[in-house]
């Protein structure tokens, strides 16, 4: 996958740190080759890959940012 995505500010600048958007990336990379795992691990003991996929969509959508102002 090539690096075509702009990381932006809450403000919508883009990231301009080569540092951040390099940790950026490395996680984004992390996740979806756990997320693949996890996808061929439920297809290969039997699971249906439609509730796999729903249940990391949860998973994306319950994620809480710790830093949010309240």
């Excluded at 540092?19 to 003991?45: F, G, H, S, T, Y």
């Excluded at 994306?60 to 940012?65: A, F, K």
Aim: proline residues 4%; negative net charge.
């Amino acid at each position: 996958m090539s690096n075509t995505r702009i990381w932006r500010t809450p403000s919508g600048e883009p990231l301009s740190c080569v540092e951040k958007i390099k940790v950026l990336e490395e996680n984004i990379a992390e996740l979806r080759q756990m997320a693949q795992d996890a996808l061929e691990d439920a297809v290969l003991m039997g699971g249906d890959e439609r509730q796999l996929r729903a249940v990391l969509h949860e998973l994306i959508d319950g994620l809480e940012n710790p830093y949010a102002e309240k």
